[in-house]
């Protein structure tokens, strides 16, 4: 099972940051946490990943409590190609990822 | 554009047929994985492959024989499918199996067991 719990479905207009949260309360130490993105048919596509820090790339930020129990995926600046399921991960041991129900994610004009 | 490319992207097949789909990455990496998506449930990993050696088969019938001749190809052997096999199959890579390395996915075979 995923260890993770995301909201099922969000809405954001497009040009608002879109702001997505992920509760793993449970998480380990060296667990890493992990965002991927599936537009419909598609294959998944990797975001962005951290452990303890806040991490920043071209496509999101991401920032993690710090206790870890919880983090907050941002999209800065969200457009309609952002419409997609996120999905927040976390690694349970070295190859496995465990994919939950992700967050749907609806970007509006 | 991922670096993973899959064949065919759509496939329909009877009960008693035999098909493969075959995966093949273009990124140098040295971990391949089978993951299959029913419809409205979580992407579940199937089977693991480094560096050519399996590492992880999740349970999965012996109907999907997976193969992995070198680090670049990965392929997935079917026979004898059901129809509640229809789904979609994806690949992945990474640079090897350990924690710190993201995966990259290809577009997925969707297949359709009559």
């Known amino acids: 099972d995923a260890k993770t719990t995301q909201p099922t479905s969000m809405d954001c207009a497009e040009g608002r940051a879109a702001n997505l949260p992920c509760n793993h309360s449970t998480i380990s130490g060296n667990e890493y946490v992990y965002w991927y993105r599936q537009i419909h048919s598609q294959g998944p596509q990797y975001i962005i990943h951290?452990?303890?820090n806040n991490e920043t790339n071209e496509m999101a930020s991401l920032i993690i409590t710090e206790d870890r129990k919880s983090s907050t995926l941002i999209l800065p600046h969200a457009t309609l190609r952002d419409t997609a399921v996120y999905y927040c991960i976390v690694r349970v041991n070295t190859d496995k990822l465990i994919f939950g129900t992700g967050t749907r994610l609806q970007v509006f004009p | 554009e991922t670096g993973v490319t899959q064949t065919p992207r759509h496939l329909v097949m009877g009960m008693t047929n035999k098909k493969s789909l075959k995966c093949e990455q273009h990124?140098?990496?040295?971990?391949m994985y089978w993951y299959k998506q029913s419809a409205k449930k979580p992407l579940e990993l199937m089977f693991v492959y480094n560096f050519k050696e399996q590492t992880e088969n999740n349970s999965v019938p012996s109907r999907f024989s997976p193969e992995c001749p070198n680090s670049s190809h990965l392929f997935l052997h079917l026979h004898t499918l059901q129809p509640e096999d229809s789904a979609l199959y994806l690949c992945?890579?990474?640079?090897?199996?350990?924690?710190?390395?993201?995966?990259?996915f290809g577009p997925g075979t969707r297949l359709t067991v009559l």
């Open positions: 992945a890579s990474s640079q090897d199996r350990w924690a710190d390395n993201e995966q990259f």
């Open positions: 990124l140098g990496h040295n971990a």
């Open positions: 951290g452990l303890k």
